[in-house]
T-cell receptor, first 115, second 113 residues
Framework: DVKVTQSSRYLVKRTGEKVFLECVQD?????MFWYRQDPGLGLRLIYF???????EKGDIPEGYSVSREKKERFSLILESASTNQTSMYLC??????????????FGEGSWLTVV | GEDVEQSLFLSVREGDSSVINCTYT??????LYWYKQEPGAGLQLLTY?????DMKQDQRLTVLLNKKDKHLSLRIADTQTGDSAIYFC?????????????FGAGTRLAVHP
């Protein structure tokens, strides 16, 4: 089975702190994604990566950056956390090629609270 | 509009049928999807339909697609308490040079005795 693992399930951080959310996938997938999930807004794409060291902005990249130094690992970075970044963050991965929803796999999510 | 739209809540009695509706925006979407999210978990693909189909049935699940109205629905027959979850519809949209999976806001299904 494909596994997408988000190492931190629950985090509480202070305003202004630097936050790292880590995601690892074990299926040698080329594409990796970070989404943010908020009630009433669904999932919104923050950043995605289609190869090592490559990244593309999604729909809401402001306040975030990403790092993809190894194929299996995609990190989301909040340089200076703010309270409006309190949310659930979902990582996903898929095989290379035209993205189709039946080949995308999600992690279990990281709940981040910024106080 | 630009959004994939769903109603936010649905409450049904155990054993009844549930119908979750969705309107999407991109008439060129080749696939449309339903995902399920159980409490505290990530998203799991529940089912999908190819755009040249009107209906797809998979055990208790029936997906109906009306391309003219850009309307997608998910029917769950004999709804059980284990079906309580958030259900997301999603479409593939080509934007900024890439295919992206665009989600609706999610419909929270509550099943009561």
């Amino acid at each position: 089975d494909v596994k997408v693992t988000q190492s931190s399930r629950y985090l509480v951080k202070r305003t202004g702190e630097k936050v790292f959310l880590e995601c690892v996938q074990d299926m040698d997938h080329e594409n990796m994604f970070w989404y943010r999930q908020d009630p009433g807004l669904g999932l919104r794409l923050i950043y995605f990566s289609y190869d090592v060291k490559m990244k593309e902005k999604g729909d809401i990249p402001e306040g975030y950056s990403v790092s993809r130094e190894k194929k299996e690992r995609f990190s989301l970075i909040l340089e200076s956390a703010s309270t409006n970044q309190t949310s659930m963050y979902l990582c996903a991965s898929s095989q290379f090629g035209a993205i189709s929803g039946n080949t995308i796999y999600f992690g279990e999510g990281s709940w981040l609270t910024v106080v | 509009g630009e959004d994939v739209e769903q109603s936010l809540f649905l409450s049904v009695r155990e054993g009844d049928s549930s119908v979750i509706n969705c309107t999407y925006t991109d008439s060129s979407s080749t696939y449309l999807y339903w995902y399920k999210q159980e409490p505290g978990a990530g998203l799991q693909l529940l089912t999908y339909i190819f755009s040249n189909m009107d209906m797809k049935q998979d055990q208790r699940l029936t997906v109906l697609l009306n391309k003219k109205d850009k309307h997608l629905s998910l029917r769950i027959a004999d709804t059980q308490t284990g079906d309580s979850a958030i259900y997301f519809c999603a479409e593939i949209r080509f934007s900024g040079g890439y295919n992206k999976l665009i989600f609706g806001a999610g419909t929270r299904l509550a099943v009561h005795p």
